[in-house]
């Protein structure tokens, strides 16, 4: 099956229905009518505003008699206060659709504010899977970035704001109806932005190529995403072609898809404390520790094999060393330096943070068992 097999098939599924094509966006209002809703609660971001997305969105859905409000209110880590703004202000307009378009941060905050519309509470309570209560508002998500590929996922990340820890909040209800991706609306994204959502789609198919509870089909999508971003990752970076970030954002939903049956590993363990005690963005944080997350777990013969089946598929050659070293080559093409020297990290960080990493979720899935000994060495050798 190739990639464009698979979004197609994805087209004709029930949930995500996923609808892709460049000026796509024009659609929104059409598509969301099929859903039987009339007040839709749209959260974006201001850079988006400025951009003019946001109010193609806007009078997509009004001009298919759906009633818009505009939420903003959205931080680059979304927290749970952003989460209650965000389902206080649907409530106030009794919205009975959200659209994120945006990000993973505007993802993120209307899916976790479908949480508490539908159950009441606080964000914590939600933290784990199938904890969702109640019956959830349809969500429909038009990412503009090509990375995190929350839209094709039952889990919202929340930012608690006491400890900077992230709550992963999943319920199969939480996955969007509807997924439009317009690679139209991902041109006006800063380099930067570019490079560390494709830094963190990279991860996500990787981490997913591996881990412990993979299922054939969670592999397959790792595959079909990792192809992808083989075939296009360094075009996007380089000349923005239409092709080039149309096959991201595509790489970027399946590789979500695939977290649904995956799950991640360490390097996403490893990346949470150093985006929670450091600021180091996701992407960035994710990518840099990965190589040294391949290295470390290709000891395990299990998990060797699952990278050169990785390779295989995007014919990358020298197996996990191959991969690592493809993995480092596009950060430097990314421009993100390699060391986690450079973001002004000192050894005597390194216990803290691996003990910090030892107590993410993530972890429990890695296909090689790590504690904090195991993680502090994998810390040390990204210095
Ligand atoms: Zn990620």
Redesign the pocket.
């Known amino acids: 099956m190739c990639a464009t097999e698979a979004i197609e098939r994805l087209a004709r599924c029930e949930r995500p229905r996923v609808v892709v094509g460049d000026g796509v966006l024009s659609r929104l209002g059409e598509l969301c009518g099929e859903l039987g809703v009339s007040r839709a609660l749209l959260v974006s971001d201001g850079g988006l505003v400025d951009a003019g997305h946001t109010q193609k969105g806007e009078q997509a859905l009004s001009s298919a008699g759906i009633e818009v409000t505009v939420f903003t209110e959205v931080g680059s880590n979304p927290t749970a206060s952003h989460a209650q703004a965000c389902a206080q202000a649907a409530s106030n307009v009794g919205a009975d659709l959200l659209v994120a378009l945006g990000g993973g941060s505007a993802m993120d905050t209307a899916k976790g504010a479908t949480f508490l519309l539908a159950g009441g509470g606080q964000m914590e309570d939600y933290w784990g899977r199938g904890k969702g209560r109640g019956q959830f508002l349809p969500l429909v998500m038009v990412p503009t970035t090509a990375?995190?590929?929350s839209e094709t996922q039952s889990f919202a990340l929340i930012t608690r704001e006491r400890d900077g820890r992230k709550m992963a909040c999943g319920d199969d209800q939480a996955v969007p109806r509807l997924v439009l991706l317009d690679p139209e609306l991902t041109a006006s994204a800063p380099p930067d932005v570019v490079a560390h959502a494709g830094l963190?789609c990279l991860?996500?198919a990787v981490e997913t190529a591996v881990t412990s509870c993979a299922t054939p089909q969670s592999l397959q999508l790792s595959h079909l995403a990792f192809q992808l971003v083989c075939s296009s990752f360094s075009e996007a970076l380089q000349t923005g072609a239409l092709d080039a970030r149309r096959n991201m954002l595509m790489a970027a939903s399946l590789a979500g898809l695939a977290i649904e049956g995956s799950m991640?590993g360490a390097a996403?363990a490893l990346?949470n404390p150093l985006t929670a005690r450091v600021g180091l963005n996701?992407?960035r944080a994710?990518a840099t520790m990965l190589p040294h997350v391949v290295r470390f777990n290709a000891q395990d013969p299990e998990a060797a094999s699952g990278y050169e089946a990785l390779c295989r598929s995007a014919a990358i050659e020298g197996g996990a060393e191959g991969l690592a070293g493809r993995i480092e080559a596009w950060l430097d093409e990314a421009g993100v330096p390699r060391g986690l020297g450079s973001a002004g990290i000192v050894e005597t960080d390194l216990g803290p943070l691996a003990e910090a990493a030892s107590q993410e979720w993530t972890g429990g899935f890695n296909p090689r068992p790590v504690d904090t000994a195991s993680l502090q060495g994998i810390l040390q050798s990204a210095l």
């Open positions: 990375g995190t590929g963190d991860t996500h991640l996403h990346a996701h992407g994710v």
